[in-house]
């Protein structure tokens, strides 16, 4: 029986069999099924189409179809064909698997992680052991090089920079806990009506602090100013045997040794001076402190980190804040116009002129320190330098921004109120 002579679609099928790639596959059962069904078109019809055991298509998806169909040479075909699935398993091509390398990551241990200057103080001390020294290295540095923060202004060690710029050794979470468990305290009505718009513009406030963990703070710190008050409030009036000993006590001059036996030791200062700032003049809570402590309840990792600031805070570095008739603020705005006078005198004029007097533009500012001014990641960064340098330096930034602002409020021709900041 003499051999027939190969037809053209079994030449062109050995031809395309040397290279298999999507494209030849595709063409390959193009011609096996224009075969079967030129040879025998019965039983193309019952029988079920053929599958190629190298075939590709199968399981590829949409995108990587249209991948394919876009790229013209073999080699990169090869280059960007992904592993075949298992059904593809008889294939006569071994799978391309193309291996990357791990990016860095950031570990637990901090290992391989490299720090600022800033962190690393914070975190390894002063080199030679000098505290004063190194705290005075630490404070230029919040200067010169800011807190390293993300966009939302969050930072792994601020909230430690607080606590060491402010001198606040640690608080047991059972002495907070002991005054949450006390339940409402007496400012809890004027707490409530103030915490639930506390910063309520500012998504980043709202997305990390809670008006719950807010009111549990407020109401804590009312209760612990409650019970230094008590503390501090004098007694009942003295019987006449005890007022003469008294009356002789007074008369008589202090010795030497009774002056130091009343002088605070170093370890108890802290608390000396802070219960010291609380006088029957100081309210439990005022209007205001709710925008105050709302950067500590941001920043912070727990709620016991910012009660501890924000008390050490209100009853240290500004006690006239808290005070019922808020002379603080009032004295610190009458800084505010002084300074101003000084710096920029044709825009202090011009304001007075207009009778715009700190009082009336400033006070947010003065009470809060600038934490109603958004954006809050920038407070936070002015809070650094406030820490840092002293609080007292607000007058100066709120006086700061007024300058920036000149040209706007001279040239203004709507009232000087609208320019000012919010």
């Keep these: 029986m003499s051999a027939s002579h ?59 179809l249209t991948h394919h169909a876009q790229l013209d040479s073999p080699v990169r075909l090869r280059t960007h064909r992904r592993a075949r699935s298992n ?26 992680v490299k720090r600022s200057i800033l962190e690393s103080l914070l975190r390894d001390g002063p080199q030679h ?14 200067l010169s090089t800011r807190v390293d923060a993300d966009g939302d202004g969050m930072s792994a060690y601020r909230i430690y920079l607080w606590l060491v710029l402010l001198d606040i050794p640690p608080v047991p979470t059972d002495d907070y806990l002991s005054l949450i468990h006390r339940g409402r305290s007496p400012a809890y009505t004027k707490i409530r009506n103030d915490t639930f718009r506390t ?20 109401n804590a710190i009312a209760w ?18 005890r007022r003469r000993e008294m009356e002789l006590l007074i008369n008589t001059p202090p010795s030497i040794a009774e002056e130091v036996e009343d002088r605070p030791t170093p370890s108890s200062s802290r608390s000396y001076n802070s219960s010291n700032n609380i006088t029957s003049d100081s309210a439990i809570y005022v209007q205001g402190m709710n925008v105050l402590c709302a950067p500590f309840l941001y920043a912070a990792r727990s709620e016991v980190e910012a009660f501890a600031l924000f008390h050490s805070f209100i009853t240290r570095e500004c006690p006239g804040y808290i005070r019922g008739a808020m002379d603080g603020v009032h004295r610190g705005l009458r800084l505010v116009d002084r300074c101003l006078e000084i710096v920029e005198p044709k825009l202090a004029a011009y304001l007075f002129s207009k009778g715009m007097q700190a009082e009336l533009y400033a006070f947010p500012s003065v009470l809060t320190m600038c934490a109603c001014t958004p954006p809050l990641p920038e407070v936070l960064h002015l809070w650094d330098f406030l820490f840092a340098y002293g ?6 930034c709120i006086v700061a921004q007024l300058i920036r602002m000149r ?14 900041p919010s």
């Design 6 to 64: 190969p037809t053209q679609a079994q030449l062109n099928l050995a031809a395309l069999a040397s290279s298999p790639s999507p494209r030849t596959m595709r063409t390959l059962r193009k011609i096996q099924s224009h075969q079967v069904l030129s040879s025998n078109p019965s039983a193309a019809i019952l029988s079920p189409p053929p599958s190629h055991p190298s075939t590709a298509r199968s399981s590829a998806g949409p995108d990587e």
């Design 129 to 142: 052991g000098d505290a004063a020294e190194g705290l005075q290295e630490l404070r230029y540095l919040v």
């Design 199 to 218: 910063l309520a513009t500012d998504p980043l406030f709202k997305r990390r602090v809670t008006e719950a963990s807010l009111i549990r703070l407020l």
């Design 407 to 420: 040209d706007t409020i001279l040239e203004s021709p709507r009232s000087p109120n609208h320019c000012m």
């Design 87 to 112: 059904s593809d398993a008889g294939s006569r091509e071994a799978p391309t698997m193309i291996t990357r390398g791990r990016s860095a990551r950031k570990t637990g241990s901090g290992v391989g």
């Design 391 to 396: 609080p007292h330096l607000n007058i100066l």
């Design 224 to 241: 612990k100013i409650h019970d230094a008050k008590t503390k501090h409030r004098p007694k009942s009036r003295p019987s006449s045997s």
